[in-house]
């Protein structure tokens, strides 16, 4: 029953992939689409940002979605429309048509990222929600080493529209995987389908504990009045409400995405030059993360989640003094992509894996999607 709870957990965590597929492979295809296109500086910003401000969206009607028809439908939908936007990017014939398709990809990636860890916590038992959680993280960092990779290897045909396209693949397959998981019990129980949420229980609990679990849930569920926004931004809740919010912050204002998003000419600025420095190099950077974004996995449930923040936070403040270092230098090859290296580091272990973790567990059940 556990290793079937896992799978289920897992299976929903991949969807991570394409986020993090979507986040590098615009990085290198940028390299040839200002060629083709002859993009300004102020059109590849917004080429880039096109799928940033589509999220906006997505996760501004997530929650709400995710209410309305439950956790495991908008997961579909959302792979689904990732592999039909990812087409259209590839065949589009001009700027325009290829801002609408990023848009519209935003949109898809902005209702991932809401569902999927509102799924995954309340799928999770909670001595393993913390590692289940930052599985999310592991298959978004898998997704962008994925990117760069195909990358490099259609760099030398300047491949953009299947470096774009290509995502339409993992995409159709991570949608079959979905399609095939129920949904939560909490989201069963909360739309009064107690027999669906038992169903669901029973595939993944003993049966002698999947009464008690349909008690203890409906008991939660009773105890929590509303959920709102303006619930939301009173107590007991506001505490969490502004952590969340602030956390959310942070982890974008840090810079990360400028990191991943141009990359590649990040690196060429630095003197870097040839399709392997400039893709291979960013890619081992994320290979590295890999293995600390596991780590933070296996620890998140054994040490806590404080710890594991702060020390990403403090790696990442080394990481800022070393790439202020370099620019000083006039951006020095080898100590940037230290800084580049220790950054993202840093952001994996800390902020990168556990936004995730904080994201699905301050908020009780009906304030969890919106939150």
């Known amino acids: 029953m556990a290793a079937r709870a896992l799978a289920v ?8 992939v394409i986020y993090g597929y979507d986040i590098s492979n615009i990085a290198g ?14 059109q590849q910003e917004l080429v880039t940002a096109a799928a940033a401000i589509g999220e906006i969206a997505g996760v501004l009607g997530g929650g709400a979605l995710a209410n309305a028809i439950g956790r495991q439908r908008p997961m579909v939908l959302v792979a689904a429309g990732y592999a039909a936007f990812a087409a259209l990017s590839a065949a589009s014939v001009s700027v325009p048509m290829l801002l609408v398709a990023r848009l519209l990809l935003g949109v898809t990636i902005g209702v991932s990222v809401v569902v999927v860890p509102v799924y995954l916590a309340e799928s999770a038992t909670p001595a393993a929600r913390g590692s289940l959680l ?34 339409a693949i993992p995409a159709g397959l991570i949608m079959l995987l ?3 998981m129920p949904d939560t019990a909490r989201w069963y129980l909360l739309t009064g389908r107690t027999v669906e949420a038992r169903e669901v229980l029973s595939r993944t609990e003993s049966a002698a504990d999947v009464e008690r679990e349909l008690t203890e849930i409906a008991t939660a569920l009773s ?34 995405n ?4 141009y990359g590649p000419l990040l690196f060429k600025a630095m003197g870097f030059s040839g399709n ?79 936004v995730w973790v904080y994201a699905g567990e301050p908020l009780p059940s009906r304030m969890r999607a919106i939150g």
């Open 134 to 167: 930052v599985a999310y993280q592991v298959a978004t960092v898998t997704g962008i080493i994925a990117g760069y990779l195909a990358a490099y290897l259609l760099a030398g045909a300047h491949s953009w529209r299947w470096m774009l396209g290509l995502a």
């Open 276 to 354: 392997f420095a400039l893709l291979i190099l960013p890619a081992l950077v994320q290979v590295a993360a890999l293995v600390v974004v596991v780590v933070s996995m296996v620890l998140v449930d054994r040490v806590g989640r404080r710890p594991i923040l702060l020390s990403g936070i403090a790696v990442m403040i080394v990481a800022d003094v070393v790439l202020i270092g370099s620019s000083q230098l006039g951006g020095a090859s080898v100590l940037g992509f230290a800084g580049v290296l220790l950054l993202t580091l840093g952001f994996t272990f800390g902020f990168g894996a556990l």
């Open 178 to 180: 979905v399609a095939r």
């Open 223 to 256: 105890e929590e009045r509303g959920g709102t926004l303006a619930a939301m931004l009173r107590r007991p809740y506001l505490r969490a409400t502004v952590f969340l919010i602030g956390l959310g912050f942070f982890v974008q204002i840090t810079g990360i």
């Open 258 to 261: 400028a990191i991943v998003y």
């Open 9 to 16: 957990g897992i299976t929903a965590a991949t969807v991570g």
């Open 29 to 42: 295809a940028l390299l040839f689409i200002k060629e083709q296109f002859d993009l300004t500086t102020a």
